[in-house]
């Protein structure tokens, strides 16, 4: 079972989504204001869903069908992907054909759709047994406390199937790391992902929307969960010693030669390229990733079941004991204004009922968010690294603004490029951070 946190407010998920400017979140509001929110009265009830996830597409539209089968309404799910989510999300929203139910990506990237009140708050929802089908840690991350950064009225806007955990994945074939194992020290990994590299067996990769998660759990290396949050809420400084410490991983890593290419990718698909090295060409090592990847794995590279997932190891000079980044998964949120927001919220609820979480567990791998399912055996060999991590999870309260991950995923960069040093880049973030307060 996972620790109880001692407080929950939103943080972001990682898959990777487009940002969202101030000028949308403005275009938003106004659009929000304008919709209407009535029932349909009589007719043929047709439910429309926008999903993210390719990897889980082939789960959710079976679980449409079946629905469709058994209520006799139609669920028509549409998957842009990734890439083009966000961009079909907001011109949904701006065109005021927003679907029946959407994916929840993260709460920083939602929040201007949330804020233009265009999902329907289920936090009464949640006061009854739906609740159970939750790990509390996650409804806490879910829902936006008051005086939140993202300006979002208090509330929880989504509701999710999946917990995501953050780690590595491991080829084991490459060589280079063996997960009976495990390296028990950053510096090992290092060490090993480098001759890994220069034995020709792939190193290590991660890309650029995915470094924020991994600096997010190494820092707890160093501070406790509060000292976190204080940075994110611009209550404490990133230029401190813990923080530098940190960011100095990513430099460890280039001047060893672990990190594949000597780049990180970066830009629209990055985190789906890494995937790709690692699940289909499998040229890499080892790559950072959330457990939600499994399910990409499932859909696109089905052969490939030799890979398994691990704790990201301590720093040698840790001062505190590591704790794992975590956040929400799959999940959706129902139109606020949409003309079916009863049997919306009704689909939903089943959606995320423990038989459909066992089914999405079963087929794409994922950690489901129920806590019986998740103690259950449906869960995969691939994902038990994962899961071995939920009674060490760290729980911040708040999340990082758009402004300071955008300077997080460029200093990355070029931080491997040997352009710029973990001081010149935080002293960067701390301009960032102060331009958010």
């Known amino acids: 079972m996972m620790k109880q946190p001692r407080q929950g407010t939103p943080t972001y998920a990682r898959r990777t989504v487009l940002s969202v400017s101030f000028v949308l979140a403005s275009s938003l509001v106004l659009q929000g204001c304008s919709s209407g929110n009535s029932e349909a009265d009589s007719g043929d009830i047709e439910l429309t869903v926008l999903n993210?996830?390719?990897?889980?597409?082939?789960?959710?539209?079976?679980?449409?069908?079946?629905?469709?089968?058994?209520?006799?309404?139609?669920?028509?799910?549409?998957?842009?992907?990734?890439?083009?989510?966000?961009?079909?999300?907001?011109?949904?929203?701006?065109?005021?054909?927003?679907?029946?139910?959407f994916s929840s990506v993260g709460n920083s990237e939602m929040a201007p759709f949330y804020k233009a009140g265009w999902a329907f708050n289920l936090e009464s929802e949640m006061n009854g047994d739906w609740s159970k089908n939750f790990q509390p840690d996650l409804l806490k991350v879910t829902k936006f406390n008051e005086g939140n950064p993202d300006g979002v009225k208090a509330g929880i806007y989504s509701a999710h199937w999946e917990i995501s955990v953050y780690?590595?994945?491991?080829?084991?074939?490459?060589?280079?790391?063996?997960?009976?194992?495990?390296?028990?020290?950053?510096?090992?990994?290092?060490?090993?992902?480098?001759?890994?590299?220069?034995?020709?067996?792939?190193?290590?990769?991660?890309?650029?929307?995915?470094?924020p998660n991994l600096i997010q759990y190494y820092a707890s290396n160093y501070m406790s969960d509060e000292e976190i949050d204080a940075t994110f809420l611009g209550k404490a400084s990133w230029k401190t010693e813990a923080w530098r410490k940190?960011?100095?991983?990513?430099?460890?890593?280039?001047?060893?030669?672990?990190?594949?290419?000597?780049?990180?990718?970066?830009?629209?698909?990055?985190?789906?390229?890494?995937?790709?090295?690692?699940?289909?060409?499998?040229?890499?090592?080892?790559?950072?990733?959330?457990?939600?990847?499994?399910?990409?794995?499932?859909?696109?590279?089905?052969?490939?079941?030799?890979?398994?997932?691990?704790?990201?190891?301590?720093?040698?000079?840790?001062?505190?004991?590591?704790?794992?980044?975590?956040?929400?998964?799959?999940?959706m949120s129902v139109n606020a204004k949409g003309k079916h927001t009863k049997e919306s919220l009704?689909?939903?609820?089943?959606?995320?009922?423990?038989?459909?979480?066992?089914?999405?567990?079963?087929?794409?791998?994922?950690?489901?968010?129920?806590?019986?399912?998740?103690?259950?055996?449906?869960?995969?060999?691939?994902?038990?690294?994962?899961?071995?991590?939920?009674?060490?999870?760290?729980?911040?309260?708040?999340?990082?603004?758009?402004?300071?991950?955008?300077?997080i995923q460029r200093g990355s960069q070029n931080l491997v490029l040997g352009e710029t040093t973990p001081d010149k880049l935080l002293e960067d973030i701390q301009v960032a951070q102060d331009k958010s307060k």
């Open 346 to 407: 009704a689909f939903l609820k089943w959606l995320t009922a423990a038989e459909q979480q066992t089914y999405f567990a079963k087929k794409m791998g994922i950690l489901p968010s129920n806590p019986e399912v998740l103690k259950s055996d449906t869960i995969s060999a691939q994902a038990e690294g994962f899961r071995d991590l939920l009674p060490t999870l760290q729980v911040v309260p708040s999340s990082l603004s758009t402004d300071v991950k955008n300077v």
């Open 246 to 331: 940190t960011f100095k991983l990513l430099e460890d890593l280039a001047k060893a030669g672990a990190i594949a290419s000597n780049t990180i990718p970066g830009g629209s698909g990055d985190n789906a390229a890494v995937e790709k090295s690692f699940f289909n060409t499998r040229d890499i090592g080892a790559i950072f990733d959330g457990s939600f990847s499994i399910a990409v794995a499932r859909s696109s590279a089905p052969d490939f079941t030799n890979y398994r997932s691990l704790p990201l190891p301590k720093a040698a000079d840790a001062t505190h004991e590591p704790r794992a980044r975590f956040d929400t998964g799959k999940g």
């Open 52 to 101: 993210q996830s390719r990897g889980q597409a082939e789960a959710l539209t079976a679980l449409a069908a079946k629905y469709s089968e058994e209520t006799g309404i139609k669920v028509s799910v549409d998957t842009p992907g990734p890439a083009d989510f966000m961009s079909k999300l907001q011109s949904k929203a701006q065109s005021n054909s927003m679907p029946d139910l």
């Open 167 to 211: 780690g590595l994945l491991v080829n084991p074939d490459k060589g280079t790391i063996n997960p009976s194992v495990a390296p028990a020290t950053m510096a090992d990994l290092t060490k090993k992902l480098a001759e890994g590299g220069e034995n020709g067996q792939g190193k290590f990769s991660i890309s650029a929307s995915m470094v």
